[in-house]
Every structure is written in C-alpha cells, then in structure tokens.
C-alpha cells in the first residue's frame, strides 16, 4: 500500500513501508470475516481487548437499550446510574480495599491517574519529599508522557527521552516452564530493589508493576510469590503499589484479577482493554480508602484535577456491566484455558526455533529463536504473521515473541488448531 493512498496514519506503524492489509468486513464470536470472503481466527483478541468474543449478543443489546436511554452526559457535577453500578460491580469482585472508582478512557490514561494520585498523595499530606518512582525493565505502561516515563526505555520512549522523568528500573523476575530455580532469579530482582529502597526509601511515591504478565514488553512473566514479597518490602517504606492490570484483569491470568491471583491488595489498580469486553473504550483507576481519603477535604487545592470528556461514558458502562455479567457467569471459560494451552505447548516441545516456553492462564507465549536478534524490531516477526494471515490465522507477534491470548469463547479444536499452524509456520522457516 503507498503511504498516499490512506488518510488513516496507523499507530505503531511505518507508514511508508507498509505492505498491503487485509480489510475486515464483519466479525463472529472468535472469527474475523475480510472484504475478499477469507476468514481470520482472531488469536490475540484484537489487541487483548475481546473479552467474550465478537459481537457478543449480550454487550450489543446492553449498548443499544443504553443508547436509546442515555447515550452521554458530562460527569462533572452530574452522575449516572450506569456508573454508580459499574462502579459498585467493580469494588465488589476486586479486594475489599480497593473502593474508589475513577473513570477514563484507556489503558495510557488509567496509568497516568494512577500515578498521579500517588504522586499527589504525599503532596496532601505535606510530605513533598516523595516524588521518585520505582518501575520495571522490560515494563510497558502506555504511550502518554508518564506512562512512556515509568515504561523501559525502548523503541516505543526513544524519541521522547528527554521529555520523560526519571525511574528506578528493577529487573522483572520473568521465568519459564523450563525454570529450575525461579526464586534465585526473584531473589535478586529484590536485592536490587533493596539497594534502592536503602538509597532512597524515604523519596518514592509509589512503584508500578505489570503483575504477572509484562504484556507489550514481550509476554514476560514473574510468579505470584514474587509479588508478596515485593509488596513487603515496600510496606516497610510506606511506599504505595500500583498495579497495572490493564492486560491481565478481567480473567487473563486464570483468576478475575491478578491480584486475586497473588493474594496481594495494591494500593492503586489500572483497568482497561477487556473491561467493556472490547466494545467501547472504557478505562479504570481504582484506590484504597487511605488513598481516597487523602483528596477528600475542604481544602480545594486537594482535588484530583483530572478528567476527560468521554469520562464514564454510559454506553461503555452499559457494555462494562453487561460484559461482567458475562464473566462472572461464564469463569469455566477462562479458567480451563491453562490445561489446553499446557497441552498445546506438548505438541512444540523441543522444537528446534522455540525456546522460553511460557504460560499464565488464558496466555501462552514462546521465544523464536532469531540469528539476527530478538526484540521488538526482529526481522523475523513480520514474516510469520504474514505466513499465519494466508493460514487463517490473526496472530501478531511482538517482534521474535509468538503469544496466543484469545477470547474465551475459544474452543479446545480451535486452540489445537492454533497450535497445529504455529507449528506447520514454523516447519517453513
């Protein structure tokens, strides 16, 4: 395709080289259906956001009788009943702690209130000398500027570096099927945050962490023990937790959330991609009572001034509470899906271009094995999701990492299947 022929500028994308694309027509359940009749199973959940599936009759309705009530309001002096539900829906199934709903638009925004809140957190409080933060190597937080600061710098921050503030980058624990030891490797991502907590414990205002899953940096995962132990360090500084489920919630971890998984309650939680089952764009940030309380006050110099125009939108509260319906009824589908993906890795096991086999609930991800480099640029990441597309298969890898994360409404042939072509893709390189 030439650059001139489109007035769409797509995101993460060379304009310039950009080869031919497949145009989808229509979507159903885990199928994409294109303008010249092909058929793609969509394998990733079309950027992690398909919940359910495809024009899932329930969210559709949900949408359709919200819009023929309410289809916007400003939320700013003004409420609505589809958020104050939403709102009660999500404080009821995340820990008991965690009661304080802020509504935006993404998953970039979400991180971004987050970190603010913490950020002006120990400003209420008179305490001003809390203004460093901790974050990950590897971590992927979004694209506005404090989320690009507190992500690793990468081919996505690199023209923005002197535009962003300063980190603390721990390295991420990430571990493998194939791992003997996964807690040495913990143990020395906590050595290092150690050092920095001795340096520097009484100036961090919080630390932000993928939990789980690191998602855009390459499917990387740590163990639920790491997260408690983490979590105690930082207690012992006072230091607030924010976790960014906007990938893992909503069940791609095996459990509703991550955090419900490790049995840990972070002050601050990042909600986004599935939460409207990939409907409408819809995102979440929400805090503990202490956190909250500090805002709350006759002084109004201690507000959270921070908004959008599409905040708690009620077509994508509507979709949201029809969405949860879904989940909350329906967890056999997410939760069996770790059995099929651990069967599915049996059939690749010792493929001689796979290694660092990995797998967390409904997400399984392998390494490609690139003479001329890993990485989110690698050559060779092109070129399979090209071979997937003419199989029938919307896989997209990032860069040499290969990751399955399909809706739930997958069946155990289809993701055979999956597996199957990945490894028939494989056989031709």
């Known amino acids: 395709m030439d650059y001139r022929e489109t007035s769409v500028w797509l995101p993460f994308t060379q304009m310039k080289t950009l080869p031919e694309l497949p145009r989808v027509k229509s979507a159903d359940g885990i199928m994409l259906e294109l303008a010249d009749g092909r058929r793609l199973m969509d394998c990733i959940s079309s950027w992690w956001v398909t919940l359910h599936g495809h024009t899932q009759p329930e969210i559709v309705e949900a949408i359709c009788q919200q819009a023929r009530q309410l289809e916007h309001v400003i939320c700013a002096g003004l409420i609505h009943e589809p958020a104050e539900k ?84 721990v390295p991420y624990p990430e571990t493998f099927m194939t791992d003997s030891d996964p807690a040495a490797t913990e143990a020395q991502a906590l050595a290092v945050l150690s050092d920095f907590l001795d340096k520097y414990g009484d100036q961090y205002a919080a630390l932000i962490i993928e939990p789980l899953i690191q998602g855009s940096g390459g499917m990387r995962m740590c163990r639920p023990e790491f997260l408690a132990k983490l979590r105690d360090q930082l207690a012992a500084y006072d230091i607030l937790t924010i976790f960014d489920e906007v990938m893992v919630g909503f069940g791609r971890t095996g459990d509703l959330f991550a955090c419900l998984k490790a049995e840990v309650t972070p002050d601050i939680i990042c909600l986004s991609k599935g939460i409207t089952g990939g409907f409408m764009p819809l995102a979440v940030t929400i805090c503990t009572d202490a956190v909250y309380e500090a805002f709350y006050s006759d002084d109004p110099y201690k507000t959270l001034y921070h908004g959008h125009s599409y905040t708690a939108n009620p077509l994508g509260c509507a979709a949201g509470l029809a969405s949860l319906d879904l989940l909350e009824s329906g967890q056999e589908n997410f939760r069996r899906m770790e059995a099929w993906h651990h069967e599915g890795m049996k059939r690749l096991e010792g493929h001689p271009l796979l290694e660092k086999r990995r797998i967390c609930g409904t997400i399984s991800a392998m390494n490609i094995k690139d003479n001329q480099g890993p990485g989110y640029l690698s050559s060779i990441g092109p070129v399979i999701k090209k071979r ?9 890898p990032l860069g040499n990492v290969l990751y399955i994360l399909p809706p739930y409404c997958i069946t155990k042939s289809q993701i055979d299947s999956v597996y199957a072509c990945i490894r028939d893709v494989l056989n031709t390189l």
């Open 388 to 396: 997937f597309i003419e199989a029938g298969f919307l896989l997209r």
């Open 86 to 169: 939403l709102a009660d829906r999500l404080t009821g199934i995340l820990p008991d702690n965690l009661n304080h709903v802020f509504y935006s638009d993404d998953g970039s925004t979400a991180v971004e209130v987050g970190l603010k809140m913490a950020f002006q957190y120990w400003k209420n409080q008179g305490i001003k000398s809390r203004t460093r933060f901790l974050a990950f190597e590897g971590a992927y937080h979004g694209d506005t500027l404090g989320a690009m600061s507190v992500s690793h710098r990468s081919v996505f921050t690199d023209a923005f570096g002197e535009m962003l503030f300063d980190v603390d980058f």
